[in-house]
C-alpha cells in the first residue's frame, strides 16, 4: 500500500468507533473516537441498515458523511417487526485507502458502502 508521506496529519488508519448508544431522547446516536485516530482530523460515516438475512450490504442508507462530531440525529423510527442497525466508520482523509468499518464477532472485515 502506497504512504502519503506529505500528509503530516494522516499517519496511519483510523481504529474502529466503539460505545454506540442512544442517548435518552432515543433519537440521538453517539459514540466513543477510536482509541488509535492515525491522524489530527477525524470525520465521521454513519450509516443505518436494514438486514436481509444480516448481512451489512441490505439496504444501506448513509445518515451523515464527513462529520466532525460524534453525534446523529435519527429521524425515523423502524417499523413494526423491524430492526434498523447502525454502523459509525472513522475517517482521517487518508486519501489512499479506504476507512475501515471494523470486524464482526468473528474477526471478518465488515463491507460497508462508501458514502459520498
Known amino acids: ?55 451489512f450490504q441490505s439496504r444501506q442508507l448513509c445518515l451523515e458523511s464527513d462529520d466532525h462530531d460524534t453525534t446523529v440525529t435519527v429521524e425515523d423510527d423502524p417499523s413494526l417487526g423491524s430492526i434498523h442497525l447502525y454502523m459509525v466508520r472513522a475517517d482521517n482523509g487518508r486519501p489512499w485507502e479506504e476507512a475501515s468499518p471494523g470486524t464482526d464477532s468473528a474477526g471478518r472485515l465488515r463491507a460497508a458502502r462508501p458514502c459520498p
Open 1 to 55: 500500500m502506497a504512504m502519503n508521506t506529505s500528509d503530516p496529519d494522516a499517519w496511519s488508519s483510523p481504529g474502529e468507533v466503539t460505545g454506540l448508544t442512544f442517548l435518552s431522547d432515543a433519537r440521538t446516536l453517539t459514540w466513543d473516537p477510536p482509541a488509535e485516530p492515525g491522524g489530527n482530523t477525524l470525520m465521521y460515516d454513519t450509516i443505518r441498515w436494514i438486514p436481509f438475512k444480516f448481512t
